[in-house]
């Protein structure tokens, strides 16, 4: 196989995984055009439609979809071995693509990061934060970072947080002309900022647990967001209150800009996990960064 003929079927890979020409070229640097002629010159090379375009929309075809199945793999497999060699370098490199949420982003993984970079400088880490659960091997990333308790079973899962724990927080100044909620149900009688699941779309119900009984509530305000950052301004500006993660509110807190409530129905669950395939062969820079964020306690 000819050096162009490999870079066409990697160019295909990239529109049929990401189902646009204009993301695809994005991410392999060039231009929707010239991508557009890559892939028709290979379809012409190989005498098949491998790509339905529409105004809106690019799907394979059947043959597309064959030659994804088989492309894929292949593809990942010349680059994990590429990766390998790092190896016989003096110093390891290579670039380590994760996807995580923006709370494990903000408090766990970066200031990991910023520890460990300095002393690898070829050494590439992309945090992609999103909050939904992404397919890593469908979005070719190396590993992704989310709660344990989300973590699918066939992946290899490495801690890299302590124990997670969300409370009900509101500033002093909502809490002022209103009573405390003593129990999860009396929230219905607050406003509260909700959280949109980025995932389902539904706005999720808040989880509380006391004496080993599980309660789900569903709450009401002025304020939905799909943002921890967000959510975090809407209690401190006094919009009402909002449910977060203890470690993202604990400055406040203890500063007295918010106040903790319900605190006996906010048990403790598996923080975060680093996870990715079994099969995946680890590269030398990728086993660096996983050891890196590997949790050793506090």
């Known amino acids: 196989m000819r050096r162009e003929e490999l870079g ?59 030659l994804l199945e088989t492309l894929g793999p292949a593809l990942d497999d010349i680059e994990a071995k590429l990766d390998a060699l790092s190896a016989l370098r003096t110093r390891p490199a290579g670039t380590v693509r994760i996807t995580t949420t923006e709370h494990a982003a903000e408090m ?3 200031p990991a990061l910023q520890r460990f970079l300095p002393d690898y400088p070829d050494i590439k880490v992309e945090l992609s934060v999103d909050n939904s659960f992404t397919d890593i091997e469908a979005e070719r990333f190396d590993a992704g970072v989310r709660l344990g308790e989300q973590v699918a079973k066939d992946m290899i899962a490495v801690r890299v947080g302590p124990q997670e724990r969300f409370v009900a927080v509101g500033a002093p100044s909502y809490f002022a002309a209103r009573k405390p909620p003593g129990t999860p149900q009396e929230l219905a009688d607050h406003a509260c900022i ?26 009401e305000g002025q304020l939905a967001f799909n943002s921890t950052r967000l959510l975090l301004g809407g209690a401190l500006a006094g919009f009402g209150v909002a449910y977060l993660p203890e470690d993202y509110v604990r400055s406040h807190v203890d500063e007295g800009r918010l106040v903790p409530v319900l605190d006996d129905w906010c048990p403790p ?6 996870y990715y395939p079994s099969r995946r062969q680890l590269s030398p820079a990728f086993a660096l960064v996983v050891e890196a964020l590997r949790y050793r306690g506090p």
């Open 8 to 66: 066409d079927l990697a160019a295909f890979l990239a529109v049929a995984q990401d189902r646009s020409f204009t993301r695809a070229a994005a991410k392999l640097g060039t231009s929707q055009s010239a991508l557009s002629h890559t892939v028709r010159r290979l379809e012409a090379r190989l005498g098949v439609r491998l790509l339905t375009r529409t105004t809106r929309s690019v799907a394979p075809t059947e043959a597309g979809e064959r």
């Open 108 to 110: 766990i993984l970066w």
């Open 269 to 274: 669950f598996p923080g975060y996990h680093l």
């Open 194 to 219: 909700n959280l949109r699941l980025p995932t389902s779309g539904g706005l999720y119900a808040w989880e509380f647990e006391k004496d080993g009984r599980p309660l789900r509530v569903r709450v």
